[in-house]
């Protein structure tokens, strides 16, 4: 079988839909009211450096998914406990993603339509797409990204051209500085934390040396596009408006109107989250499947209709209401999941790892002088 | 319950026993036979076929006997063979030993392609593929000569790839001219062709032709392969060629180009792609095809690259148009229809107040009702044409929205559908976009565009999962390859286009030395001034 492999470019898309995900949908730093762009600014470079420690981690092996490298750190037992618990959180968090969409879709484009088939046929596409596997995730991707960057800029136009951005709302800059710290976990957690997916995919890339670049370039690219439209909601919307809308950014796409032809534009916005959640369901989907190919031995295709099956039934019973699903994510999940998965064990495992390699080396060389 | 194994042993039951039995030409050697009894065996063989001829004649002091199906060879040829090289021999040459038949072979017909033959099998199969058949007594080897009639078709304009500015010649059934079209054009000693038979009945001449120390010898080991492996009973056009070999038949999409034009396969081959040319089809088919060679017509390169450029991306974005303008229609009007501007919305809504239905019955009625009027035109013989273009033009447009069955807008958008399906260059993809279209409407009535963007989405991830020869059918746009990119969307100015596709991974890949655009020549004491 020919081994699947990303390239640059397509590695590059996945990771700017990946962080543009459900953060384009339902806003991040949105706490800090009118300095919520400066925070996406702040938090733009605590994610380059996320993001370099997870690639750092990933290039103690390359070519090994996480899951190989907690074999290679303990035995093969104690690493499907481990394999096992990221296959579930990858799991919950593709449930998550997906409710978040579901919710998008049930509440603005469909409302009669029931949430459980939205979500149901969006993950037979992505079941699909996993079936066929991450290389034509990859090129899906690589595909349909263009279009995501042209809406953006055609909004960010089109909102400045009806003069509906009012820069009254972003000030005062800098006041609340208290405001700032305090948001700043909640985005390390989300969406920069669950870059940890990307140690199950980042095993596939060809160019292993480049890809630091591109990683980092990309995760830059995304905050940037993640400002922009952080800055357009405020800007837009006025920082009361913002926070309590479900979707800002979707509110502010609807104040576009230019000749009374030009308007109700909010599809271009349901398009760029329709994508990054896609990507960044199938991205998890992805890496719970390449969890349970570790665990049971049989190729990972086996599992991604059941897998895509289950994150449905699980999207819905996740919550209540969007409500519950929005402070479950925000306050619960992101101390109880985010911090010890996303930091917790990686950076433990990273010095059992060097550790290891230490020992190792220091064997060698005793092994030389014998 | 007998009853019912009875009826059902009706469908079961054998093949009625039969003591005709399909011939079969044995493996026996000539030498084996006598002269009557080898005339036996070929008339047993051939049966009671009504164009064999096994005539006995006299050449020289030696008898001889000649077997031929009159209707597929030259008989006016052979005529002339015949008197002039049999009968004009003097009294004393004979032909008895396998010497003597080959002397006279050499002095004969030695330019005349002739073959020796001796095997009963070989003699039979000779004799099918139009050839003539010569056995002299007491000689163990026959001699095979070459007088087929090769009328067929002449060389005419396409009927489907057509261009204005260009070379009007195509194709035609006859395998040699359409080989000869192509040697006309690449005058190269690489240029090979390769020969199979394909068809167990049939025993159709297959060519593999391309260009060597160009094409990837990997897609050519691979093509190799997979045309050796087709084992069917029959094959007539290169469509069935096309199922036999492609990776994936489970797909709506074409993964062989097709094309009845000589440049464009020329240009292909030259590309590092591998034409397949089948005996009695006049469509060639060109391995690996990408989805991009389907959007560009040979004449893309033969008019300003300007021109060229537009003109792709009209193609490119009519293939959106033809694929989801009506599931569009459908989607916006059943959910969003928010999404008109007002006024339009109004005049909309104001039209389709009388029509009885919902969009989605509305749309799928005119495109089905289209889908038949487009199958007539192409079946009906030619003398009825005009009733069916006065009953569709005048039924389908005016008169079903002078009864209120549908609105004016649904005229207007079947309509852009339908000519925006024929700007392809190519009718295989067109193809494939029209049934796709249903599948979007269908799905648009029950999801709305958001259904529309999830079809597009497995549209997609299907089109990359898919490979044509080993080389990803989106290439070289996912896997982007930016070297490539000079003539997929636009088409960069010719002589900028040094290299070959990369995704055909070419043996050589560059063309020609790179150099500049033309320019006039300077002009004298212009360089001095300074």
Redesign the interface.
Known sequence: MLTEKLSLTQIFTLIINFLLGSSVVIGIGMEAKQDAWIVVLISMFLGLIIMSFYFYLMSLHPGKTLYEIFEYCFSRKIAIVFTLIYSIYFLYLSCRVIRDFGELISIAILPVTPIEFTILSLMMVIGYILYLGIEVLGRTSEIFTPYTFVFILLLLLLLYGGERINLNNIQPIFVEKKLIVDSIPSILAFPYGELVAFTVVLANVTNFKMSRRICLISVAIASIILMAAVFLIVACLGENTALRTNFPLLSAARLVSIGEFLERIDALVVYVMMLGILIKSSVFLYGSLKGLEYIFKLPFRYFAMPLACITTLFSIFISVDFSDHLIEGLHVVIFLLHIPLDYGIPIFITFVVLLKKWRHDRKGLTGVKV | MNYFKKILSINNKKDIPSNVKPEKAREIHLNTLTFEALKEEITKTFGSTADLQSDIFRFGKSEGCIYYLETVVNTEMLKEMLGSTLQNSDEEISVNTVEDLHRLSKKSFGVSGYKLIDCVKDMVTSILEGRIVIVFRGVSQALSLSYINSEGRSVTEPTTQTVVRGPKDSFVEDVSTNINLVRKRIKNQNLRFEKYEIGNETRTSVYMGYMNGIVNEKILEETRIRLKDINISAIFESANVEELIVDKSLTVFPLALNTERPDAVATYMLEGKIAIIIDGSPFVLVVPAVLTDFFTSPEDNYQNYFMSSFVRLIRYISFMIGLIMPSAYVGVLT??P??L??TLLLSVIAQREDVPFPAVVEVLLMEITFEILREAGVRMPRAVGQTVSIVGALVIGQAAAEAGIISNIMVIIVAITAIANFVFPNYAFANASRLIRFVLIIVASI?????V??VL??M???L??LRSFGV?Y?AP????IIEDQKDVFIRAPIWSMNKRPSYLSPNISQKQKAQGSPSPPKVEGEGKKK
């Not at chain 2, 999801?447 to 259904?451: A, P, S």
């Not at chain 2, 746009?477 to 982007?480: C, D, I, L, T």
């Open positions: 959910f969003h928010e999404l501007p007002t999801l709305g565009l958001y259904g963007l999830l989405v497995f997609v991830a299907h990359s999962s990803p989106l746009v996912a896997p982007f």
